[in-house]
C-alpha cells in the first residue's frame, strides 16, 4: 500500500525547528543576515506577532543515546556538556563561519576542531539560547 504523500525519504515532509526568540531581531540578523540562511516565509500579526521560517537546507533527526553524547562532547568541546538540544549546521568552511558568527555575538565554546569521523566541527552558543555545532564534511568528492 502506498501513501501518496510517501515520496523516497519517507513519509515526513520537512522538519522545522521553532525556536521563541526574546530579541527577534537579533535573531533574524544572526541567522538571516550573519549566519546566510534564506528567508522562506515571514508574517507579522495582531500584538506584535512575529515569524520568519529560514531555509536550513536538508533537515535530518539525529538521536544520540548518553554514551554517544559524552563521547562527542569530549571530542567536540573538550569535554563541555552540550545541552539536551543542539542544532547541528553544515557548512562549507567551518573556521571561517565560526569566525564571522562570534564577530555577530555568539560566545564560543570550543574553536573548530577536526573529529575522528572527518569533519571540522565548532560549537557556539547563538541568540535565542541556541547551542550550535558548525561542521564542515571533509571528505566531500564533487561538491
Known sequence: MTDERTDSTGPVRQ???VVEA???EVAVRFYRDVLGMP??????GDGGAEVIILDAGRATLELSNPAQVRMIDAVEAEGKRSDRLRVALEVDDSA???ERLVDAGAELIAEPRETPWRSLNSR???PAGLQVTLFQE????GD
Not at 528567508?39 to 507579522?44: A, N, V
Not at 571533509?138 to 568528492?141: K, Q
Request: avoid cysteine; hydrophobic fraction near 30%.
Open 124 to 126: 557556539l552558543r547563538a
Open 22 to 24: 526574546e530579541d527577534w
Open 96 to 98: 571561517a563561519t565560526t
Open 39 to 44: 528567508e522562506q516565509e515571514s508574517y507579522s
Open 15 to 17: 522538519l522545522r525547528l
Open 138 to 141: 571533509l571528505d566531500r568528492s
